[in-house]
């Protein structure tokens, strides 16, 4: 009889226009298993991030929320935090006392700081509770379902990976239909990523797992062969997405993969660094000119052009415009050195700091362009010092910690999938020196998800070495 109801209300409804009572079931359906499966709705929603659509995008409701995901992890959260307090998930002080996790509760805490202080509080509280959707059940939760093995943690990176692959084969054969044009392949690959930026840099982050999945020995002949076909479209889908920093990251994680393997220590790589950076310092006239005189594009379809164009700050309107929302970035630091101007408000206080001299043809005098193109600058304009260093501390202890657990760790498999997950985390957070994504879905989700298996291995898996200093002194 309830039936009949809601299929009489809800085809009355769809004759009124109004579609959303048909997504009622599925809500039940989500509930149901929040309650009952939250572990297969924690896969379901890792499975359905690449597919994800932006409302805002699609002109729906002004609203800047990607569905299905985000309310879902919002439901996810709430749960699993009842479940913590009051409920049957057993806290482990492990969790709460690892280094990372407290680098991630002091970032979380100066954010809700800088809320209180904020230009604008309503926009600094909604980015906070944002940020909490995607580190709670992604992290904290995503700790305790790795917990229970392996198997888990390549589980959660297939449920990712096979509806990428999805995405990447219908972006290419749309690209194709249009001969893979330049001007084309900046928002072919919507409506499941905004910008071939993200798209690059999101594929840049899954390189290192599926070229470490090819080349395992231990699958079997057919597996490998499957990977590999993915591993090319991957390929082909990160060169067409013309994304500059992404190539740029995938050949940073290869190089920082050759440290490893080559056993180069750490003191090597800092002498190096101030070589680097004195040779930098005593000609950087010379260097400042040969850059200004550099004037190759983008969107040229020339491959080596395009990589000649990352340096171009002469007339490449996209690097011209990174560096406009840098300068607003620091000048806004300057002005708020301390407490910063808010969580999340760049994009709406950033326009009276542009300097007319760094406006490019693709700037807005409005202050509309978007964020700081940074994962380090905007928090440092958004929350002062304090949250700028916070970043850059969490992201240190989590290739420091990564770095030794996989020293400490004598399971290849294990030591395997940690160096992976390691690359992956270099493509994206040198990637995010030119522009940041954990505002959304499609990043946020591998990126905390990544840093739990990591967490995971090293208080559940790893061997409690007393060769601990040893093991440390041998670091890269």
């Known amino acids: 009889m309830i039936g009949i109801l809601f299929l009489l209300v809800n085809l009355l409804f769809t004759y009124k226009d109004f579609y959303f009572l048909n997504l009622l079931p599925i809500a039940l359906l989500v509930v149901f298993a929040a309650f009952f499966a939250l572990d297969k709705l924690f896969l379901f929603v890792v499975f359905c991030t690449p597919l994800s659509l932006n409302l805002e995008q699609l002109n729906i409701g002004g609203i800047g929320m990607y569905l299905p995901t985000e309310p879902i992890l919002f439901g996810i959260m709430l749960l699993f935090l009842y479940k913590q307090f009051f409920g049957n998930i057993k806290r482990d002080t492990r969790i709460v006392n690892h280094p990372i996790t407290l680098a991630i509760l002091f970032n979380l805490s100066w954010t809700f700081i800088t809320s209180l202080t904020s230009e604008d509080p309503l926009i600094s509280f909604k980015f906070l509770l944002s940020r909490m959707w995607f580190i709670v059940p992604i992290y904290f939760f995503g700790i305790w379902f790795f917990r229970k093995g392996v198997k888990n943690m390549y589980t959660f990176l297939w449920m990712y990976i096979i509806p990428l692959t999805l995405v990447l084969l219908v972006t290419l054969v749309k690209h194709a239909s249009y001969g893979f044009s330049e001007e084309v392949g900046h928002w072919i690959m919507s409506p499941f990523f905004k910008d071939h930026t993200s798209y690059g840099a999101v594929i840049a982050l899954f390189v290192p797992i599926v070229v470490s999945m090819a080349f395992d020995k231990e699958k079997t002949p057919i597996t490998r062969s499957i990977i590999f076909v993915i591993l090319i479209i991957f390929s082909i889908a990160l060169f067409y997405s013309s994304t500059r920093a992404a190539w740029a990251s995938v050949v940073g994680a290869g190089m920082v993969y050759l440290l490893f393997m080559f056993k180069i ?26 850059l200004n005189k550099n004037d190759a594009e983008h969107t040229t379809e020339n491959f080596s052009e395009k990589l000649e164009s990352m340096s ?14 840098w300068n607003c970035a620091i000048r806004m630091f ?33 202050g509309t362009g978007g964020n700081a193109h940074s994962e380090y600058l905007g928090p440092l304009a958004e929350q002062g010092i304090l949250g700028g260093l916070s970043i850059i501390v969490l992201v240190i202890i989590v290739f420091y910690r990564a770095s030794v657990l996989y020293i400490r760790l004598e399971d290849n498999k294990l030591k395997r999938l940690v160096m992976m997950l390691m690359l992956g985390l270099v493509t994206y957070f040198t990637h995010g020196v030119l522009n940041n994504y954990l505002d959304t879905d499609k990043a946020s989700v591998p990126i905390w998800g990544f840093i739990a298996i990591i967490v995971a291995i090293d208080i559940y898996f790893a061997p409690n070495s007393k060769e601990k200093e040893k093991v440390e002194k041998h670091l890269p």
Do not use: C, H
């Open 265 to 290: 220590k750490f003191k090597y790589l800092f002498i190096s660094g101030l070589l680097i950076g004195s040779f930098i310092a005593a000609n950087f006239t010379e260097i400042s000119y040969i």
């Open 312 to 325: 171009n700050v002469s007339s490449d309107a996209s690097n011209l415009e990174r560096l406009n929302r």
């Open 334 to 366: 300057n002005e708020r050195p301390l407490m910063g101007w808010g969580a999340g408000v760049y994009s709406f206080y950033y326009a009276p700091f542009q300097d007319p001299a760094d406006l490019t043809i693709i700037s807005t005098n409005f």
